[in-house]
């Protein structure tokens, strides 16, 4: 293990030099028209099976592109050759499937178009699903680059930049990839040009560029890549799609054999990947086909927007405790448990739990927009606002005896480790474990608490997370999480760190630190 994880950081150096060569190369590119050839946002890798890998690169303008790939970084044998057109209708992006491939192999790739290069990119591919291999992964998400004044306004990414000295296996980009509605910016971006600018805008941070240049990576979206909280049942199909299509654009996302289902706004960005025998990896899209919220019946003046109850399945015993009415609005507890609302759709609702049971890995994480377990506070946006489902879905994994399954999630803007019950009070037994990690850059839940409802919101908050018994919590820090298999211990290691690569603490008692190893 040791020697691999050595291996991947003289990888990442040796990157550096090569991409450094690939850059002066550049230079000297004749130009294709009036503009010289210029690779503009790097190269990035995704959607690694144990045969292959998606591939990705920008230029500036349109032209046909060579991808080429080697087991070696100054590319003497390529294994993989194929010419891919960059168009100004995909913003001058390009994508290819890289295959056939070898399992548990190191791969080297650059994109070309005569003396112009790209930086070199590596990943490596999964072992096969019936040999054992420890695996190193990070997860993070909620990555606003907005600038001011032409600088970066919450930071340089500098989590990304910690995640990627971790020799890691590959990256998980959990959701908010961009904030295409940033507050930081003029107006929210609704066509698809303006899309495309977001996502340039973000590739533009080195760090981001660097990691994808480095590992490969696993993407899935959340709200921010079309607009705030949106789901499929109600979002402007126009804005949905302009969104959807950028994002495929700049991430190195397969869109093959995806899961259709016509009640959805548009086919869900559902996939599995296995790595080894021991890790399934099994991706929600949780907007795509998601009923609309219901916060507006939830309200206690229906044409007060302010008025919504801020904890409707609080019981009733511990609402006038936190200065709300005993009871929530009429109909508003039907509504968040009723049957009918989904967050993930009939189709792949039933791919998930026929995944859950038939997996014969060890650990089962689960890609995860929105937290799964019980806050109370403000449902309506996670899957505590949609009860029914949840309940299911729980309920599901605990009959059918299904151990070791693992969400992974960022959205809250917080770092949160916790076991995942049916109800506090109701059904307690512990189901499945979640950790909860970011942002990347944008506010914590701590200062959009403080910024919106001032310190006595934020020691509301607390309160409630002491109530749910959180084993570990930070909520002011740029972060991420860091997940580690060890197949001969059989255990999984899950660490929180910040922006340093520093283990993370418990704000309210220090001696706790942000990290659980789950195992027999």
Not at 20 to 41: D, M, R, V, Y
Not at 243 to 268: K, S, W
Not at 333 to 349: H, N, V, W, Y
Not at 487 to 493: L, M, Q, R, Y
Request: glycine share 6%.
């Amino acid at each position: 293990m040791k020697h691999k994880r050595l291996f991947k950081l003289g990888v990442l150096l040796a990157l550096v030099n090569l991409s450094l060569c690939a850059n002066l190369g550049s230079l000297k590119a004749a130009p294709l028209s009036s503009l010289t050839l210029t690779f503009t946002h790097g190269v990035a890798s995704g959607d690694v099976r144990p045969l292959g890998a998606v591939l990705w690169t920008r230029v500036n303008q349109e032209v046909k592109l060579k991808v080429e790939v080697s087991l070696d970084p100054t590319f003497r044998k390529k294994i993989f050759k194929r010419t891919v057109l960059a168009s100004a209708d995909n913003d001058f992006t390009a994508k290819v499937i890289a295959r056939p491939l070898k399992p548990d192999q190191t791969y080297f790739y650059r994109w070309r178009h005569g003396s112009s290069q790209s930086e070199v990119g590596a990943f490596t591919t999964p072992p096969l699903p019936v040999l054992p291999a420890d695996v190193r992964f990070a997860f993070s998400g909620d990555s606003d680059g907005t600038r001011v004044g032409g600088i970066p306004f919450f930071n340089n990414f500098e989590v990304l930049d910690a995640a990627r000295m971790e020799g890691l296996d590959f990256f998980v980009y959990l959701g908010d990839t961009i904030y295409s509605d940033s507050p930081l910016r003029e107006q929210s971006a609704k066509a698809l040009d303006e899309y495309h600018e977001v996502h340039r805008v973000n590739r533009e941070i080195a760090a981001l560029r660097n990691l994808l240049q480095a590992t490969s990576t696993y993407a899935i979206w959340d709200d921010h890549e079309v607009h705030n909280d949106f789901d499929g049942a109600t979002v402007d199909p126009l804005r949905f799609a302009n969104g959807r299509r950028a994002f495929l654009e700049y991430m190195p996302l397969r869109t093959l054999n995806l899961p259709d289902d016509p009640a959805c706004a548009d086919t869900p960005l559902f996939r599995m990947f296995r790595w080894g025998k021991d890790v399934d990896l099994i991706i929600l899209d949780e907007r795509s086909c998601r009923s609309a919220d219901v916060e507006v019946t939830c309200r206690f003046d229906p044409n007060n927007p302010a008025t919504f109850d801020q904890a409707p399945t609080l019981p009733s015993m511990l609402r006038t405790q936190f200065g709300l009415p005993e009871s929530p609005p009429p109909g508003c507890l039907e509504a968040i448990f009723d049957p009918s609302r989904t967050m993930l759709g009939s189709r792949q609702k039933a791919l998930f739990k026929n995944i859950l049971l038939h997996s014969q890995a060890k650990f089962k994480f689960v890609i995860n927009e929105v937290p799964i377990q019980q806050f109370y506070a403000l449902p309506y946006d996670r899957w505590e606002g949609y009860g029914a489902e949840r309940v299911e879905i729980l309920n599901f994994i605990r009959a059918n005896h299904i151990k070791n399954v693992i969400f992974l999630t960022t959205d809250l803007h917080a770092n949160l480790m916790n076991e995942v019950s049916i109800d506090l009070f109701l059904d307690p037994e512990p189901i499945a474990d979640e950790f909860v990690t970011g942002p990347i850059a944008t506010n914590t839940a701590e200062r959009s608490i403080q910024a919106t409802v001032g310190a006595a919101g934020l020691v509301a908050f607390n309160a409630i997370l002491d109530l749910v018994g959180v084993d570990c919590r930070h909520l002011d820090a740029f972060s991420y999480g860091l997940v580690e298999v060890d197949t001969s211990a059989e255990t999984v290691t899950l660490t929180l760190k910040d922006d340093m690569g520093a283990v993370l603490s418990d704000q309210q008692n220090p001696s706790i630190v942000c990290t659980k190893t789950i195992g027999p």
